[in-house]
């Protein structure tokens, strides 16, 4: 069974920092590219940033660029998103996404970030 | 990059279809055939029922189908059923790994 288990989530303060991770299991992790998704309260879907097999690729969406740096550890099975500069804007539930140019595969449950003083 | 727009909401009774429109530019929708549909039911992780325009991932009833003419997607859902009732998200590559994904559409089921 694929399993992707995001945590990490939290409150944070405006200008503050967070790190999440994503533990995966049942499929190759060292063959998949993995993103990141995130989901504002009540609202839509946004891609943030996605890492290729070895890492050696990455790309952000813009607003986050310079800001969010996404990693992976293919001995560890996991993926991770270290947030920095965090606006209110940023706040969402923050999607472990299996995938890329042909769909966005697998997902896990989600972790949520709040970024409030 | 904007994201692909999307009728907030369409409807229909059960049995009968509906069809969702995703709309973008050549850059994204219209420029490859990496179009994607998602449905997420509420407080539920999406779930990919269409990928690369048409096609359908193991376990995805027939019911649901995709295709595309220009820089606009489409998602048919036909027979609808009540667990069809839920949010549907359509999502596109816009080149150099960036991608992009539509506005979303309820779908109620009347």
């Known amino acids: 069974e694929v399993q992707l288990v995001e945590s990490g989530g939290g409150l944070v303060q405006p200008g503050g920092s967070l790190r999440l991770s994503c533990v995966v299991s049942g499929f190759t992790f060292s063959s998949s590219w993995m993103n990141w998704v995130r989901q504002a309260p009540g609202k839509g879907l946004e891609w943030v940033a996605i890492?290729?097999?070895?890492?050696?690729?990455?790309n952000y969406l813009d607003s986050v660029r310079g800001r969010f740096t996404i990693s992976r550890d293919n001995a560890q099975n996991s993926l991770s998103l270290q947030m920095n500069s965090l606006r209110a804007d940023d706040t969402a539930i923050y999607y472990c996404v299996r995938g890329s140019d042909a769909a966005f595969q697998s997902w896990g449950q989600g972790t949520l970030v709040t970024v409030s003083s | 990059q904007s994201a692909l727009t999307q009728p907030p909401s369409a409807s229909g009774s059960p049995g009968q279809s509906v069809t969702i429109s995703c709309t973008g530019t050549?850059?994204?929708?219209?420029?490859?055939?990496?179009v994607a549909w998602y449905q997420q039911h509420p407080g539920k992780a999406p779930k990919v029922m269409i990928y690369?325009?048409?096609k359908r991932p193991s376990g995805v009833p027939d019911r649901f189908s995709g295709s595309k003419s220009g820089n606009t997607a489409s998602l048919t859902v036909s027979g609808l059923q009540a667990e069809d009732e839920a949010d549907y998200y359509c999502?596109?590559?816009?080149?150099?790994?960036?991608?992009?994904f539509g506005t979303g559409t309820k779908v109620t089921v009347l």
């Open positions: 690369e325009v048409s």
């Open positions: 890492i290729n097999l070895d890492g050696s690729v990455k």
């Open positions: 050549s850059s994204d929708v219209g420029g490859y055939n990496s």
């Open positions: 999502s596109s590559h816009a080149g150099s790994h960036y991608y992009v």
